[in-house]
């Protein structure tokens, strides 16, 4: 099982939230709205390719529409590898995280 | 709305590339909009874009599998063409990697020895070799380098009941300590006067099977009884490469080496922390205090250290240099029309493909892709022709392997060619730049006309190298027919080693044998060899001339008369020959005039000219040096001598009886094999004849590429053509008509090739003159006879491809496309 970085549990995440409409701009606004982080298009992509590499994802090409001037989107969807990926995650993180009570209150 | 700026949206296709970068450049539009068009922002992200190029995930060539595969998939449809090309290829490349090998082992090889950097050679200006008093004062008194020497000799090794003829070094016990060649069962000498031998990997595997009991076995050498105590290391085949020795000897195991032996190799390593600089320092010390000796012969003659890369026989080297120069260029001139060759067949490729290039062009391939396209292809071809190369390369290096015994220098019958890493390194290197060579030869516009320009310089090229080889081989045999000055039949040579006395009882036992008329002795064989020297007077310039120690009665029995004066009487004196007495004192009688005879000033000798005999001609050179002949005594020295007998019958008869006989004469006198004169004249002339061999493979080489590229460009015209012959025919035109069509375009094109080639010719051909022992390069017969031999080929060549062209069936023809 792949052991999965932070930032590509943040893209795997939004593209699972995002469904059907899984394309470059939502994903990075995803990001930058839920969890705040800036991020730009390049270590974005790279990690969208490094995901596909892994095939924790697939893409496809869709049609251009005019305000990308006529340029075709790419769009992403998580494999049944990439699903059990998070899950995996998920489980780790909850694990490590069960019984922990941080100072402030928060509690898991 | 604002645009987002064209150059970092161009920088953003450039760094994401392929599908996608309209995919980024898009995402990064509508987040432009979005964000109300700051350009500060865009470029920011198009530099990050460079994350996306570098990410291990994307290939840095996109397309380059692509393109790979569209190669393989072409080639696979049209295998003859391709096949044809790494043919073609594959044997240029096989000659020239045997070249390099030898440039190699010539000039660059190190000794396959551990950390070889810090092995050098001591050596003088006039020669190679140390006294072995020498080497024991450089062993005992050297502080930053340890030496070792060895010296090279063959001789016959008895292993049970087998004789072998080997090739050996006699070394010094800290042979295997200071060289360290490695050793792979079990050890070197522990000292210099151990009864053992240790054997070559090769000669271990090849002639006792890889024994691998042999550790203990007993050998028989120089009738000296020698235990195996190891083996070499498979890579280490002896201290002066590229000769190979077979095994390796102590000095203290042959008494006929060491302190009464000849001069042997003294080779160093450096001690651990010591520099160059100051071994050098070392040995120019030592040297001096050994130079000023008295007894010394060396006063002029410092001793230097070199390092050993490549042959270190001098006069190996000399004696390869020009024909190595000559190969390499004609090497070039091969590997040149190969590669035509090859651009040839793309060129025609490329027409076929013209429409699938237009169309890619339309849909938006630029020129580099397409030249990337085309290359992927050629280094398909190049790859498998560096494959087949090395096949080749193996095949030429077995074939000079195989004509090495024809060489009569002892050491070379050790040379080993073949492909090692580093040859084969350059094989691989070289394949992709032909390969790109011929892509960009075959790129552009204009295909018929570019194909028939390659192979009118294909025919001009492989034109000169024809009249190149015609001239050799006329020189040849121009030198083999021609009168040496002395006689040859049945004369057989013996060629001895040892002190005055050993020599003398060596003649007396020859005359004593039946079958033998007469016997004398001679320094060198085949007339006076070079190694002298002479003055006018005691003040006059010294001139190196050629010399030769005879015994007196070697003029009568080799016939070479004397033409004034008389032979020696015992009393001093010294013969000069005709060039000499005419060079020295022209005009005048040289009788009773002196001469100053050695070339180290403070010890010559002075002997009047008693007289005049006739030249003899080193058939090697066509102007005769001037030469001297001495008495043996006087001129003896550390040279090995020949005995000459005059035999009653067949010279070969009385060699083993002579041997034998010899042999028993004295401990001192080391007996080496025996050739009849005129033999050895033969194999002297083997340089030239190697010479012609060599140019004359190379050179039929070229005319077989030259001969294919011929034969694909009529094939080509012949494809191009249908419709055109379809139509002439239907109209009436005879087979004989449209076959001499095709001929005549051939006849053509080897007309202007051979124009040009004796233009070209005629410019080099001046290269051969130092080849072709006085003829000169002109000579009509090898131009005409040339040019008439390429005709005939490009009749042949073409012949094939235009027959095909009377079997268009006209109906067909005209609807082919």
Known sequence: MERLGEFEQLVLLAVMRLTDGAYGVPIQQEIEERAGRRVTVGALYATLDRLEGKRLLESWFADPTPQRGGRSKRYFRLTAAGESALAESKAAYDRMWRGVRLKGGSRA | ?817
Not at chain 2, 223 to 234: F, K, P, Q, T, Y
């Open chain 2, 1 to 817: 709305m604002p645009e987002p700026p064209a150059i970092a949206e161009r920088l953003v296709r450039w760094l994401v590339g392929g599908r996608d970068a309209d995919a980024v450049a898009g995402d990064l539009r509508e987040t432009y909009h979005a964000r109300g068009g700051s350009a500060l922002w865009y470029w920011g992200q198009a530099l990050s874009c460079a994350a996306v190029r570098f990410s291990g995930h994307r290939r840095v060539l996109p397309g380059l599998g692509q393109d790979f595969t569209h190669a393989l998939r072409s080639i696979r449809r049209n295998p003859g063409y391709a096949l044809t090309a790494m043919l073609c290829l594959a044997l240029a490349l096989g000659v020239n990697t045997t070249l390099f090998a030898l440039l190699d082992s010539l000039y660059f090889r190190r000794l396959p020895v551990h950390d070889a950097g810090r092995l050098l050679l001591i050596q003088r200006t006039t020669t190679p070799f140390c006294s072995w008093r020498e080497y024991l004062e450089f062993r005992d008194r050297l502080r930053t380098l340890r030496a070792a020497s060895t010296v090279m000799f063959s001789g016959e090794a008895h292993v049970g009941p087998r004789t072998y003829g080997v090739v050996a070094e006699c070394v010094s016990g800290n042979f295997g300590a200071v060289l360290q060649p490695g050793i792979s069962a079990g050890r070197w000498f522990a000292s210099d006067t151990e009864d053992a031998v240790v054997l070559s990997y090769g000669f271990w595997k090849s002639k006792l099977n890889g024994d691998p009991g042999v550790l203990g076995r007993e050998i028989l050498l120089e009738r000296a009884r020698l235990r195996v105590i190891g083996v070499g290391s498979s890579t280490f085949r002896g201290a002066f490469p590229p000769f190979a020795s077979d095994l390796w000897v102590p000095t203290g195991a042959l008494p006929s080496h060491g302190p009464s032996g000849p001069p042997v190799g003294v080779i160093a390593r450096l001690a651990p922390g010591s520099t160059r600089q100051s071994a050098d320092a070392e040995i120019r010390l030592l040297d001096a205090g050994l130079r000023a000796d008295p007894g010394s012969a060396r006063a002029n003659d410092p001793a230097i250290l070199q390092p050993i890369r490549g042959l270190l026989w001098r006069r190996g080297r000399r004696v390869l240099q020009p024909v190595v120069s000559l190969m390499s260029l004609l090497c070039a001139a091969v590997l040149l029309i190969a590669c035509v060759n090859v651009a040839n067949l793309l060129l025609s490729r490329a027409a076929v493909r013209e429409r699938e290039l237009a169309i890619r062009t339309a849909l938006g391939a630029s020129r580099w892709r397409l030249f990337r396209a085309r290359l992927a292809e050629s280094l398909v071809i190049a790859a498998g022709a560096a494959v087949l190369g090395v096949v080749a390369g193996e095949a030429a290096g077995r074939a000079l392997q195989a004509a090495v015994p024809s060489i009569p220098e002892e050491g070379f019958r050790g040379l080993a060619f073949g492909i090692d890493a580093r040859t084969a390194l350059f094989l691989f290197a070289a394949s992709p730049l032909s390969a790109f060579f011929f892509t960009a030869a075959s790129g552009g516009r204009g295909h018929a006309r570019r194909r028939r320009v390659y192979s009118v310089v294909q025919v001009t090229l492989s034109l000169t190298l024809l009249v190149g080889t015609g001239l050799l081989l006329r020189a040849m045999q121009h030198v083999e027919r021609a009168d040496p000055g002395f006689a040859q039949e049945r004369r057989l040579a013996i060629h001895l080693y040892g002190p005055p006395a050993a020599l003398r009882m060596a003649l007396d036992r020859a005359r004593s044998l039946p079958g033998v008329q007469d016997a004398t002795l001679a320094s060198s064989l085949l007339g006076p060899d070079s190694g002298g020297c002479a003055a006018l007077s005691a003040a006059a310039p010294v001139r190196r001339t050629e010399r030769n120690t005879v015994e007196p009665n070697y003029f009568a029995m080799m016939r070479v008369p004397i033409l004034r004066g008389a032979g020696f009487t015992g009393a001093p004196g010294v013969l000069v020959n005709e060039t000499m007495a005419r060079a020295s004192w022209p005009g005048d009688d040289p009788l009773g005039k002196p001469l100053w005879i050695g070339c180290d000033a403070a010890q010559r000798t002075v002997a009047p000219v008693v007289g005049v005999v006739r030249d003899t001609t080193w058939a090697l050179d066509p102007v005769t040096e001037p030469a001297y002949y001495l008495p043996l005594d006087e001129g003896g020295g550390d040279r090995p001598v020949s005995l000459i007998v005059r035999t009653a019958g067949e010279p070969y008869e009385w060699s083993r009886p002579l041997i034998e006989a010899l042999a028993m004469v004295s401990p001192d006198l080391r007996v080496y094999d025996a050739e009849s004169i005129a033999d050895a004249m033969r194999l002297a002339f083997w340089e030239t004849r190697w010479r012609a061999a060599l140019l004359g493979s190379l050179g039929a080489l070229a005319i077989l590429l030259a001969a294919i590229g011929l034969y694909g460009v009529v094939s080509c015209s012949v494809a191009q053509r249908t419709r055109e012959i379809g139509v002439r025919m239907a109209i009436g035109a005879q087979p004989v008509d449209v076959q001499w069509m095709f001929l005549a375009e051939a006849l053509r094109l080897t007309a202007i090739g051979v124009a040009a080639g004796l233009v070209l010719s005629a410019a080099t051909v001046r290269l051969l003159r130092g080849f072709l022992y006085g003829l000169s390069p002109f000579a009509p017969a090898a131009f005409v006879g040339a040019s008439l031999a390429w005709v005939l080929i490009a009749m042949l060549a073409s012949w094939w491809p235009a027959r095909r062209a009377t079997r268009v069936d006209p109906l067909t023809a005209l609807k082919y496309d």
